[in-house]
T-cell receptor, first 113, second 108 residues
Framework: NAGVMQNPRHLVRRRGQEARLRCSPM?????VYWYRQLPEEGLKFMVY????????ESGMPKERFSAEFPKEGPSILRIQQVVRGDSAAYFC???????????FGPGTRLTVL | QQPVQSPQAVILREGEDAVINCSSS?????VHWYRQKHGEAPVFLMI?????EQKGHDKISASFNEKKQQSSLYLTASQLSYSGTYFC?????????FGQGTRLTINP
């Protein structure tokens, strides 16, 4: 059973471009969470999705950021018109239910030039 | 609101014990504990779902005091591999919030 997969592992974008981060949860997991981590800081919750539904997006900036988890395929975190402040590690995690342990992917390190 | 972890950092010699606390100002439904090594993803340690629950494996255990709205992680006879940053993740009223982390350094 493969773990949580994220790609790309590293992403470099220039200011104003779009960044698309992908997360494939563990097999059998229908709950996906996205977190952002700035260097030397803790993890900040962004959004929680269950297949085709956004359950809680209270941690996600209202502009430029969006997330989806379609019926087929990976979950996508999309950042439009990136700015330097978006540079961070973005982790996704999956779990089999709402209260269970979360399994983290290796993260995508986004650098905005 | 972000739970408060204490201490923020601790340095131990191999074989010593440590306690890391996680306190919330709001009612908790569950508490998770994770360890993250530098440059890596967080790794799940354990989850406590009920007030008063205690869990443990190997030399790492945790307790959850629902009334005090806090959880404690106990590391006994620490090993070099225990080094890393420990985070609690609290769940209350559908909100998920990580603590700011406790950096643990184990020296030989």
């Amino acid at each position: 059973n493969a773990g949580v997969m994220q790609n790309p592992r590293h992403l470099v974008r220039r200011r104003g471009q779009e960044a698309r981060l992908r997360c494939s949860p563990m097999k059998g997991h229908s709950h996906v969470y996205w977190y952002r981590q700035l260097p030397e800081e803790g993890l900040k919750f962004m959004v929680y999705l269950q297949k085709e539904n956004i359950i809680d997006e209270s941690g996600m900036p209202k502009e430029r950021f969006s997330a989806e988890f379609p019926k087929e395929g990976p979950s996508i975190l999309r950042i439009q018109q990136v700015v330097r402040g978006d540079s961070a590690a973005y982790f996704c995690a999956s779990s089999p239910d709402r209260v269970g342990e979360q399994f983290f992917g290796p993260g995508t390190r986004l650098t905005v030039l | 609101q972000q739970p408060v972890q204490s201490p923020q950092a601790v340095i131990l010699r191999e074989g010593e014990d440590a306690v890391i606390n996680c306190s919330s100002s709001k009612a908790l439904y569950s508490v998770h504990w994770y360890r993250q090594k530098h440059g890596e993803a967080p790794v799940f340690l354990m989850i406590l779902l009920k007030g008063g629950e205690q869990k443990g494996h190997d030399k790492i255990s945790a307790s959850f005091n629902e009334k005090k709205q806090q959880s404690s992680l106990y590391l006994t006879a620490s090993q070099l591999s225990y080094s890393g940053t420990y985070f609690c993740l609290i769940q209350g009223a559908q909100k998920l919030v990580f603590g700011q982390g406790t950096r643990l350094t184990i020296n030989p």
